[in-house]
């Protein structure tokens, strides 16, 4: 199969020109071309002689992933469908806000952790993405996007929040994120990158060890009993495991906190007695807590909790010493917001946790 060089990061794409008997400035200028400049075209490349051009023609490609519609919320948002192949699609998910742009990045081909208040994990599970498909992302906003006025790239910041876990796809996800932090690529400092996860322990030790990026944690729940029913992975990675993870993350993170998402399910996780829960339970991680309004989707079974029920919860986190932000629902009229990314996808699980490739 032709190579797609949207798979490599720096040492894979330098090995790659290694076997085509090419010195390893050569990938570096190829980087700065398909990544800085958002290259597709090898002719495009003007600074690489023409035999190389010629060459790279006849054995690699340069494929980012089409896009299959396109949205824009009237508060500035901006959610694409890309094509994953075999009528599968992916959604990514741009907010503007004030002089920060983040993009939302898709991981897999729906999920299978089966968290029950996530549209995506409504849909089942297909595949992981490739590299390609991943970074794919990012350079398809960077190309749609264009730049700022002063000639800047709008993208500031990128979280792996999008479709999927993250680390259930590890190898694919650290390649795309060596790409987004080298400067040849996009230069993001790892301040500004953001893997979310939903708790696969050994996981977040390898990426402490292989990539450490900003680390945000699906809790949703201060308790296992119900942390076990709607964030189901809790089965096998329950909460004294994942908070002894996050300790241990916290040695080589790049800030000197987790980030804990919750998302506010109204009578199911949002009474003072869960918040004191939580305060206790977070006592030895240093934290922050996003706390997340619920976005509704058809056939859900929940609602979002009462303004006055986060703002009590929010208030009894903060008298505890912790700092909270309550992220603003952005994009709902496009169903981009956090927990309503369904994209397109051809199930293969049947929804089954069972067949959950867990990360060792």
Not at 59 to 80: C, F, H, N, Y
Not at 199 to 219: F, K, N, Y
Request: contains cysteine; glycine residues 6%; neutral net charge.
């Amino acid at each position: 199969m032709t190579p797609n060089l949207l798979d490599y990061d720096l040492p894979g794409l330098t090995g790659y020109f290694a076997e085509l008997g090419e010195k390893p400035f050569r990938a570096k200028q190829v980087m700065r071309w398909m990544h800085h400049f958002g290259a597709a075209d090898f002719d495009a490349m003007s600074d690489l002689a023409k035999s190389l051009r010629e060459k790279l023609k006849q054995v690699a490609l340069i494929t980012p992933p089409s896009m299959m519609t396109e949205q824009a919320s009237s508060d500035g948002t901006r959610k694409w469908l890309l094509d994953a192949g075999n009528q599968n699609g992916v959604e990514t998910v741009y907010i503007p806000d004030g002089t920060r742009g983040t993009l939302c990045v898709s991981s897999q081909v729906g999920c299978a952790l089966e968290c029950t208040f996530c549209s995506t994990g409504r849909q089942g599970f297909n595949r992981n993405l490739s590299v390609a498909e991943i970074i794919g992302q990012v350079w398809y906003a960077n190309h749609a996007l264009g730049r700022d006025p002063k000639g800047e790239r709008v993208i500031s910041n990128v979280v792996m929040m999008g479709m999927g876990e993250p680390l259930a796809n590890y190898a694919n996800v650290v390649t795309a994120l060596n790409i987004m932090l080298d400067d040849n690529a996009y230069g993001l400092s790892r301040r500004r990158v953001t893997v979310s996860t939903s708790g696969i322990v050994p996981a977040m030790d390898r990426l402490r060890e292989d990539c450490p990026v900003a680390l945000a944690v699906s809790l949703h729940a201060p308790n296992d009993a119900l942390r076990n029913e709607i964030v189901p992975i809790n089965q096998k990675y329950p909460l004294a495991e994942l908070m002894a993870a996050c300790q241990r993350y916290l040695e080589r993170a790049p800030r000197d906190f987790i980030t804990f998402e919750y998302v506010m399910l109204d009578g199911v996780n949002d009474t003072p007695a869960h918040a004191r829960q939580l305060i206790e339970l977070v006592r030895e991680v240093p934290c922050k807590f996003n706390l997340i309004p619920f976005n509704p989707f058809p056939n859900s079974g929940y609602r979002s909790s009462r303004f006055d029920a986060i703002h009590r919860f929010r208030d009894l986190l903060v008298q505890a010493g912790h700092v909270v932000t309550t992220r603003k629902t952005r994009g709902e009229d496009i169903d981009a917001a956090c927990g309503q990314l369904a994209g397109q996808v051809q199930d293969k699980t049947k929804r089954t946790l069972r067949r959950i490739e867990v990360i060792r």
